[in-house]
């Protein structure tokens, strides 16, 4: 099967992650899992999605919508689907997305053996979240007034310590920043605003508390 390869994905494996300030550098973590990542990509491309480039990494879609990402993080490689709470999960892979999400799960992987001997069953998990997708179906979660864009997601991914920082403020603080950074119109102007803001919030520090103290 001849499988029709993104030119942004083969760069993402040789040079990195294009929105990690490691990219093209030995310190990115693409380099610890590129075999690892390599055979994810086939896995998912021999499952027939379209693949492309989002928040820098490789997005897998169907009929435009978000199925899996392929991601690297520092102690594993990963299949990470958008809507994972709505599978069935017989085989017991999945694991849920730290705290940031109520959807999105992953399945890790330290070596391609793991991904080689388990080919058939990860295609399986990809085939059923392309069927959910196809259906319309909507994972239920618990009443949120403002869902976390996903460039804050990605960041999440890419910064575990920044994750952590974050759900460490109080509700407030975090919705005023969900709230400030969904505003912009723009993924890059989402991403601007993160970028600035991430020190403010590994200080434990809210979006408006400089005004607060300033009053």
């Known amino acids: 099967m001849k499988l029709k ?42 499952c027939g999605l379209t693949e ?44 849920k997305h730290g705290e940031s999400s109520q959807s999105v799960r992953l399945i890790k992987f330290t070596t391609v053996d793991e991904i080689t001997q388990n080919q058939d069953v990860l295609k399986d998990y990809v085939l059923e979240a392309v069927k959910n997708e196809k259906s319309g179906k909507k994972v239920e979660t618990m009443k949120n007034p403002e869902p976390v864009p996903a460039e804050l997601l990605q960041a999440f991914e890419n910064d575990p310590a920044f994750e952590k920082a974050f759900y460490a403020l109080t509700p407030g603080r975090q919705r005023g920043y969900i709230i400030y950074f969904s505003q912009a119109k723009q993924s890059q102007t989402r991403i601007g605003r993160i970028e600035k803001y991430k020190e403010q919030i590994l200080n434990g520090v809210g979006l408006n508390d400089k005004y607060k103290r300033t009053s």
């Open 5 to 46: 390869l993104n030119a942004q994905v083969d760069k993402y494996l040789i040079d990195g992650c294009m929105r990690c300030k490691y990219g093209g550098t030995p310190q990115c973590k693409v380099n610890n899992w590129r075999p690892e990542l390599k055979t994810l990509r086939q896995i998912v491309l021999e």
């Open 52 to 95: 492309e480039v989002k928040w820098g990494v490789p997005c897998y879609t169907v009929e435009g919508k978000n199925v899996v990402m392929v991601s690297a993080f520092k102690d594993y490689a990963s299949l990470s689907f958008f809507k994972g709470a709505l599978l069935i999960d017989k085989n017991k892979m999945l694991s």
